[in-house]
């Protein structure tokens, strides 16, 4: 059974940081690419970051570059989203996501990636 756990989420004040982590177990970890993806009320899912299968690659979406770090431990099977300098407009609920098609990393689609974790909330104070 494929799962994705994440955690880590809360609530911050501007300017702080969160770091979330995402658990997956269940498939060949070793055989996917990662991504965290984002939504906020009313709004599209969209892909914030991206980690390529070898690791050696990431993405970000512009809005959080520079301020958001994607890294895995392929020994643990986790991937994690650091997230410093938040910002009020970084609240939304976020999800950790695997996909089994290369290149999926770069510039995440949700349409790309099979395997979806439940969510951790962020919410951030001005």
């Known amino acids: 059974q494929v799962q994705l756990v994440e955690s880590g989420g809360g609530s911050v004040q501007a300017g702080g940081s969160l770091r979330l982590s995402c658990a997956a177990s269940?498939?060949?970890?070793?055989?996917?690419?990662m991504a965290w993806f984002r939504q906020a009320p009313g709004k599209e899912r969209e892909g914030v970051a991206g980690?390529?299968?070898?690791?050696?690659?990431?993405y970000y979406t512009d809005s959080v570059k520079g301020r958001f770090t994607i890294s895995q431990d392929k020994t643990k099977h986790t991937v994690d989203l650091q997230m410093n300098s938040l910002k009020p407009e970084d609240s939304a609920m976020y999800y950790c996501?695997?996909?089994?098609?290369?290149?999926?990393?770069?510039?995440?689609?949700?349409?790309?990636?099979?395997?979806w974790g439940q969510g951790t909330q962020v919410t951030v104070s001005s």
């Open positions: 996501a695997a996909s089994h098609a290369g290149g999926a990393y770069y510039r995440p689609e949700k349409s790309d990636f099979t395997y």
């Open positions: 980690i390529s299968e070898s690791g050696r690659n990431t």
């Open positions: 269940g498939f060949t970890y070793q055989s996917v690419e």
